[in-house]
C-alpha cells in the first residue's frame, strides 16, 4: 500500500526528529510512522532500497537505523527537505512508493 498522500489530515504529528516531522501512529521498533512533511517518507512501507537517496539532486536524504523494523532496518529520513527542488525523482524511483512530495505542504507546522 502507498504513502497516504493526505497524511497531514489522517494522521497526527507526535514528534520530531533531527528537526524532520513525525506523523503518527508511532509504536516502535514495529511502527515507525511517516517522516516529513513537503517530502515524507513512510517508514512503514520503506524498504531501504536507496534509489532516492542516490538519485536526489540536491541531498536531501540522509540514511537513520530502525533496528527491528520488520521491512528494513535503515530508512531514508527527508533530513534536509527544505532543499527540495520538487523534481519528483524520488517519487518516481521508490519501488514501494513510500513517498510523497508535495511542496504545498512546505512550512504548515
Ligand atoms: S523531489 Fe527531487 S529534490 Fe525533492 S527530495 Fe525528491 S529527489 Fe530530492
Redesign the pocket.
Known amino acids: 500500500m502507498p504513502i497516504d498522500p493526505n497524511f497531514e489530515q489522517n494522521r497526527e504529528k507526535v514528534d520530531e526528529e533531527n528537526g524532520v516531522a513525525v506523523w503518527g501512529p508511532v509504536d516502535p521498533p514495529e511502527e515507525q510512522g511517516i517522516h516529513g512533511t513537503h ?1 515524507a517518507v513512510d517508514y512503514d512501507i520503506c524498504i531501504a532500497d536507496g534509489a ?1 537517496l542516490e ?4 541531498d ?2 540522509t540514511w537513520v537505523d530502525t533496528p527491528d523494523h520488520p521491512t528494513s532496518e535503515l530508512k531514508v529520513e ?1 533530513t534536509h ?1 527544505d532543499q ?8 518516481d524511483v521508490c519501488p514501494v512508493d513510500a ?1 510523497d ?1 508535495d511542496p504545498g505542504r512546505a512550512g504548515r507546522i
Open positions: 517530502v532516492c538519485d536526489c539532486p540536491v536531501v536524504f527527508p527537505e527540495c527542488i520538487d523534481c519528483m525523482l524520488c517519487v513517498i512530495v
